[in-house]
């Protein structure tokens, strides 16, 4: 699959099959995570793979404390989201309700206890950050996240980025023992996605390019 082609089609999986990925093919996605750009080659991410009766672990502990403090997904600003960022929202939230509903559940407790569980697919993926670098660093880290989820998707793999758990990075790290001067950006899932869930079988949309585009002459 070439790099276009895999811009093109890959979307967020919250469904997986219960198949295993082999170490060999997480080894070969983190390869390429590690060849993205990064400013004077700092090279700032950090994954931490989990998987197992490991990631079983994590997730009990992710789901009794999201119980406990009912952390919502949002877009995180203090101000109200200006219209256009609003819209985009709803219409991403528009297409992906009626699935839930094909599921008989609840949209807000599909995601959030989705995103806690990692969708149930067999491989959950850490990525953190040393507390040391500036927030300017996000970008080298969201840069090799792009690779990652572009390389499983030309391997046939399904991936989910999961924002929420970062809410929760205290119980993460005590579970998997990572150490304080980490920070804890991201959670992906991966796997291979179930092809007959509704939830699988829609794809957001995106702006057309002059939306986003300005030219300078």
């Known amino acids: 699959m070439d790099v276009f082609s895999a811009m093109k089609d890959r979307r967020s999986a919250r469904a997986y099959l219960d198949k295993?990925?082999?170490?060999?093919?997480i080894e070969e996605i983190f390869h390429y995570a590690g060849m993205a750009p990064s400013a004077i080659n700092l090279q700032p991410w950090e994954y931490i793979?989990?998987?197992?009766?490991?990631?079983?672990?994590?997730?009990?502990?992710?789901?009794?404390?999201?119980?406990?403090?009912?952390?919502?997904?949002?877009?995180?600003?203090?101000?109200?989201?200006?219209?256009?960022?609003?819209?985009?929202?709803?219409?991403?939230?528009?297409?992906?309700?009626?699935?839930?509903?094909?599921?008989g559940l609840e949209f807000n407790q599909f995601v959030e206890e989705g995103s806690c569980s990692f969708y149930g697919a067999p491989v959950a993926i850490i990525v953190?950050?040393?507390?040391?670098?500036?927030?300017?660093?996000?970008?080298?880290?969201?840069?090799?996240?792009?690779?990652?989820?572009?390389?499983?998707?030309a391997k046939?793999?399904?991936?989910?980025?999961?924002?929420?758990?970062?809410?929760?990075?205290?119980?993460?790290?005590?579970?998997?023992?990572?150490?304080?001067d980490k920070e804890i950006?991201?959670?992906?899932?991966?796997?291979?996605?179930?092809?007959?869930?509704p939830v699988n079988n829609f794809k957001t949309d995106r702006e057309s390019p002059d939306e986003i585009r300005f030219w300078y002459e």
């Not at 929420?164 to 119980?171: A, F, H, P, Q, T």
């Not at 950006?185 to 869930?197: K, R």
């Open 49 to 103: 793979i989990v998987y197992g009766t490991e990631k079983d672990r994590l997730v009990r502990r992710l789901k009794r404390v999201h119980a406990e403090r009912k952390i919502s997904c949002g877009p995180g600003t203090a101000s109200p989201l200006p219209e256009i960022f609003r819209n985009r929202s709803r219409r991403a939230s528009q297409a992906m309700r009626p699935k839930v509903s094909e599921l």
């Open 185 to 197: 950006v991201l959670g992906i899932a991966l796997g291979y996605a179930d092809p007959e869930s």
């Open 20 to 25: 295993p990925v082999s170490r060999a093919e």
């Open 156 to 180: 046939g793999l399904a991936t989910c980025p999961i924002g929420l758990i970062s809410s929760y990075g205290d119980e993460i790290a005590e579970v998997i023992d990572i150490s304080e």
């Open 128 to 153: 953190s950050i040393d507390r040391l670098f500036p927030k300017l660093r996000y970008l080298d880290v969201g840069l090799s996240v792009s690779y990652l989820l572009l390389a499983a998707q």
